[in-house]
């Protein structure tokens, strides 16, 4: 039996890896004052619906649960973010900053860099309705790449901002109920030959890549440009307008940050969705945030091997005479455990130089040899890595051992 396409086991190792990334991901949003919240896998599927756009909708898996309320595993985090925003906006100081790491789910063509299941980061600010929140985003999207030990040669930040279009709409004639599939079209010119885009264009196709071309001067790129040039971080971006992002609730700035070399999907992406809370039924709230999913950062990591997650080391491997389970010994290793310590020991009696052999396969730190010598409170330890074995007092072991902790 093998997973569903588009699902994936993780053993062990990919834990690691995984969890590497997790954890990276937290440290760089503690830094920037995010605090971490989540919410649940299913939702009503009102809730996807006319707020995410046609083409993820089309996307969820839904179902009629046993009380018959139609319900879908969540694509997205950010619709569940405003319904909880919207919930309790006026118990939080403002603005909000909060990220989560969601397990999202999209049945779509399984393929390099997406699949129908991943996790992602996602970072938001609520509450704010200055270009400042979103180069702040833009700042801890870039700082959390370079935690990785990415570099300016290795991505970059496109930038955009819809407010343009729909201004250059509106100066056209354009009704807002097409504005959608013009964004739609704008959205998939990477991903489609560009005669198709033309037709889905139409009278428009011209200027429109006239623009692409040569973006005119937008005096909101110059905010942000300057906000993070004055952050060091200048080298990371460029102006964009081919970038606006597939979802419908998007309302301003937009960006999505790709490898230079564009081997690899988008890593992430983002921007302002000013009118989502409103249009769940809650107040008219400003609000910003990106997603960064864990598959295409975990191929370009995996491909430069610029991190090499690892298992924590096992402190103590405890060995016990051949036949004998000490009960001072057991006690012992309880004791260790919960002072925080990772302990581990046969579960059968094994000959010496096996538990030894054991303690050497899980890369243990110290060997604990616990005898009879255990009843005048005395232990022998042996240092794995420096081959070296004394005796210890029972009573010293943990403060000896907390000493010596990495």
């Given at each position: ?7 994936r086991d993780f053993y062990p190792p990919d834990c690691a890896f995984r969890n590497l990334i997790f954890s990276r ?108 929140a979103d180069i702040e985003l833009i700042n801890l999207a870039i700082d959390i790449l370079l935690s990785f030990d ?257």
């Open positions: 039996m093998q997973p569903l396409p588009g699902f991901w937290r440290e760089s949003c503690r830094r920037f004052n995010f605090v971490e919240y989540d919410g649940p896998l299913l939702e009503p599927i009102e809730l996807y619906q006319k707020k995410s756009g046609d083409e993820i909708f089309g996307q969820i898996y839904h179902f009629i649960d046993k009380g018959s309320r139609a319900v879908a595993l969540r694509p997205e985090m950010t619709p569940t973010l405003a319904r909880m925003i919207e919930a309790h906006f006026k118990e939080y100081r403002k603005p909000i900053k909060w990220f989560s790491i969601p397990q999202l789910f999209r049945y779509e063509r399984a393929q390099r860099g997406r699949l129908r299941e991943h996790y992602q980061l996602n970072c938001d600010i609520v509450g704010e309705a200055g270009l400042e990415l570099g300016k040669e290795d991505f970059v930040v496109r930038i955009s901002d819809r407010h343009f279009w729909t201004e250059f709409l509106r100066k056209k004639g354009i009704s807002e109920d097409n504005w959608y599939a013009f964004f739609q079209a704008i959205d998939k010119i990477e991903r489609e030959p560009k005669e198709e885009i033309e037709k889905r264009l139409g009278s428009l196709a011209k200027e429109v890549f006239e623009i692409l071309e040569n973006p005119p001067c937008w005096e909101r790129f110059d905010i942000i440009l300057e906000g993070l040039h004055n952050r060091g971080l200048g080298e990371f971006v460029r102006i964009d307008l081919g970038i606006v992002r597939g979802l419908a609730y998007y309302t301003g700035v937009v960006y999505e940050v790709f490898d230079r070399l564009g081997k690899f999907r988008a890593i992430a992406g983002g921007g302002r969705y000013d009118d989502l809370l409103k249009q769940i039924g809650g107040e008219d709230i400003a609000a910003s945030g990106f997603g960064m999913g864990d598959v295409v950062l975990g191929e370009i990591l995996r491909e430069k091997q610029i991190i090499q997650p690892s298992f924590p080391r096992l402190d103590v491997y405890v060995v016990f005479p051949e036949g004998e389970k000490i009960p001072k010994g057991l006690l012992l290793i309880e004791k260790l455990r919960r002072s925080g310590f990772s302990v581990d020991f046969s579960f059968y009696p094994s000959k010496l130089k096996k538990q030894l052999a054991i303690a050497q396969s899980l890369n243990a730190r110290f060997a604990l040899f616990v005898s009879e010598s255990i009843e005048e409170g005395v232990v022998e330890i042996k240092n794995m890595d420096e081959r070296t074995q004394f005796s210890l007092p029972v009573d010293k072991l943990i403060e000896w051992l907390n000493q010596r902790a990495t």
